[in-house]
């Protein structure tokens, strides 16, 4: 079991940036592969970017909406998972999840995961 809190969210201007974290607790959490996941309201929760566990020589991986804007990046020895966004527009706004897959190859289903935070809500307006 891994509980993950999301921090780094709030409102940012067009054209900003905001470095969201999300903090694991427990052990062992290198060997989780770690997801960001986004929801606006009305609308389904959708994947934004995933980074694989310690052993895994995969890439991270993004959505289209944010390749070129959003990086993925993880601190195993500070069982954190950061997702830097650059470049925000008005329709990134949405509550932003992380998500935690044991040992497992992640995906951009929800259903890949098994461990999800509370979320932490990123509004971008002027």
């Known amino acids: 079991q891994v509980q993950l809190v999301e921090s780094g969210g709030g409102l940012v201007q067009p054209g900003g940036s905001l470095n969201l974290s999300c903090t694991a607790s427990g052990r062992l959490f290198n060997r989780y592969t770690m997801g960001w996941f986004r929801q606006a309201p009305g609308t389904e929760r959708e994947f934004v970017a995933e980074i694989r566990f310690y052993k895994s020589d995969k890439s991270p991986a993004y959505a289209d909406s944010g390749k070129g804007r959003f990086t993925i990046s993880r601190d195993d020895v500070k069982s954190t998972v950061y997702l830097q966004m650059d470049s925000l527009k008005p329709e990134d706004t949405a509550i932003y999840y992380c998500?935690?897959?044991?040992w497992g190859t992640g995906g951009t289903s929800p259903q890949d995961y098994d461990f999800w935070g509370r979320g932490t809500q990123v509004t971008v307006s002027s």
């Open positions: 998500a935690a897959d044991d």
